[in-house]
C-alpha cells in the first residue's frame, strides 16, 4: 500500500472556512471550436473516453478526503473505492439563443454550488449550444471544470488545463484507461491512531505555539487584530465590503496582449501588471461614479503573490503573500492613475522583504482541530470588523494560463478564464488570466451586490479603450503639477502588515463615469 498523503495546513484552511454561503470553489473555463476537430464535431461520449484514458496522470481526479474523528490531524486523500466518472463529467446545453449572458449566468450557479465532500474535489461540465457569442465560431462548446481550493490552488490550476489538452491539432489516439484497482481505506482505528500521533508529534506542534487552545489562539487574534489596525486608514467602504450571499456573479471581457503592451508605455518603466491594475482602477472609478457610490479616496485591491523560500527545492510548494495596492479611483487622468500604481509596484518589496517560511508560521505548528476553529473564528470575526474597516475594497489575482494554442481532441480552444471564491467582507474579485496573446479581465460578484453584471464588464471595456486611445495617440500628458510620492505597497507577512508610512494625498477632481452599454450577448 501506498502513503496516503496528507492536506497541507495551508491547504485544509480552505476546507475548514467553508460555510453555508461561501465556499472556496475555484472554476476555470475552456471553450472550443469544434470545427478544427476532425470531423468537425467532438461527441459528449469522446470527451468522456479523452479524460478516462487520462485519469492516470493525476491523483486529484480519484481522491477524496478522509477526515479523521473529532479533527484530530489535518485529512488524508485516499482513493474513491466508487469512483464515478459520469458523476464527475456531466453533460448540458444552453437553452436558445444561447448568448453570452446566459452562459454566466449558468456557470455562475454551477460555481456556486458546493461540491460534495465525500466524493473527489471537482466537477466537469460540456456544455453545449454557444451559438451567438460574439468573436467565438457558432457552435462552440465550454468545459467548465470546478475545483477545491484545498485540492488545486491557483497557481498550479494550469496543470489541470495541460494535463487534457495537446499543443498539436493532430489529436493522438485515444488509448484504453490503464487498469485501476482502488486500494482498501484505511479503518476508523487506524485513522484515529494517525490522528493521536499526528497531534503529539513532532514535538513542536506542542511546543509552538503553546501547550493548550488558549496559547495557540492568543497569535493568531492578535495577528489578526494587528492587521485591522494597521490598515491604511484610507481605506473606505463600498458596496463590495459587506456579507455575501451564497449566491454568484460573473462576466468577463478579453484584450489582446499587444494593446496592453502599448498601454504600459504611457508610463516609463511601467509593466503589463500595472496596466491591468490600472484598467481595472479606471473601471471601478467609472462603475461606482455612475451609481453615485464613488468615493473621495482611492480604492485599494489586495493581490497574491506566490513566494519561495531561497533554500527551497524547485518542486516546493510556494507560499502566499498579499501585497496592497492603490488603485487610483480617486484620479480622473488615466495617465496619472497608471505612473501612480507603477510607482507603488516598482518598490520590488515582495522579492526582498520577507521569506517564504514566515507567513505560515502560526499555522505551521497548529493541530488539525485548532485550524478547524481558529479559520472558522477569524472568518466570522473579518467579517464583523470588516463593516466598519475593510482589509481592502476587492482582490485582484493572476491565475496562469497556457501561452500557446491548446487542442481537446483536435478542437482548438479559444478562451480561458476563472471564477474565484468570493468571501464575507471581499465580495469582488478580479480573476486576469491569459491565453494564446489575450488578456483575459473577469470579475466575481455577489449577485445581490452586482445584479447587472454586465454594465461593471461595460465599465472594465471602456476603461481599456480608454487608456488604449491615449496610448495610439502617443500624447503622453506632461505633467504641470508638482509630482506626488505613491502610497508604498503594504506586503502582508502572515497577517502581519508591513508599509512604509502613506504620502498625503491631495483631493481628486471627480468626473462622471461612461454610461455607454453593449448588447448583453458579447463576450469580448
Known sequence: MTAMRQLSQHDAAFLYSDNAHANSNVTLIHIYDQSTAPGGRIRFKDILAHIEGRLHQSPIFRQKLKRLPFDLDFPYWIEDEYFDLEFHVRHIALPKPGDWRQFCIQVSRIHARPLDLNRPLWEMYVIEGLDSFVDLPPGSFAIVTKLHHAALDVEHGSEITSLLHDTSPQPNPIEPPEPWYPETPPGELTMMARGLVGSVWPPSRLVRPGLNLVRTLAPMVSTFIHDVLNKPSRIVLTRFNAPVSPYRAFDTRRFPLADFKLIRNLVPGARIND????????????????????????????????????????????????????????????????????????????????????????????????????????????????????????????????????????????????????????????????????????????????????????????????????????????????????????????????????ATRTPRTRASGSSRTRNSGESA
Open 275 to 502: 496596466a491591468v491594475l490600472a484598467v481595472c482602477g479606471g473601471a471601478l472609478r467609472s462603475f461606482l461614479d455612475l451609481q453615485g457610490e464613488l468615493p473621495e479616496q482611492s480604492l485599494w485591491a489586495m493581490a497574491p503573490v506566490y513566494m519561495r523560500d531561497a533554500d527551497s527545492e524547485a518542486g516546493d510548494p510556494r507560499e502566499v503573500a498579499w501585497i496592497r495596492v492603490q488603485l487610483g479611483t480617486d484620479i480622473a487622468d488615466p495617465v496619472e492613475r497608471l505612473r501612480m500604481i507603477k510607482e507603488q509596484t516598482e518598490h520590488e518589496l515582495l522579492e526582498h522583504a520577507v521569506s517564504a517560511t514566515e507567513l505560515t508560521d502560526t499555522r505551521h505548528h497548529a493541530s488539525a482541530a485548532t485550524l478547524a476553529f481558529t479559520s472558522k473564528f477569524l472568518t466570522r470575526a473579518a467579517m464583523e470588523v470588516d463593516k466598519r474597516a475593510p482589509r481592502a475594497n476587492c482582490t485582484i489575482t493572476n491565475v496562469p494560463g497556457p501561452s500557446q494554442p491548446l487542442y481537446l481532441i483536435g478542437a482548438r480552444m479559444t478562451y480561458f478564464s476563472a471564477i474565484m471564491p468570493i468571501t464575507d467582507g471581499m465580495g469582488l474579485v478580479f480573476a486576469v488570466t491569459s491565453y494564446d496573446g489575450k488578456i483575459i479581465v473577469s470579475p466575481t460578484f455577489c449577485r445581490e451586490q452586482m445584479p447587472e453584471p454586465e454594465l461593471f464588464a461595460q465599465a472594465i471595456r471602456d476603461s481599456f479603450q480608454e487608456y488604449l486611445a491615449a496610448a495610439q495617440s502617443k500624447v503622453v500628458p506632461i505633467r504641470s503639477a508638482p509630482r506626488r510620492k505613491a502610497a508604498a505597497p503594504v506586503l502582508i507577512r502572515g497577517g502581519r502588515p508591513e508599509a512604509k508610512a502613506n
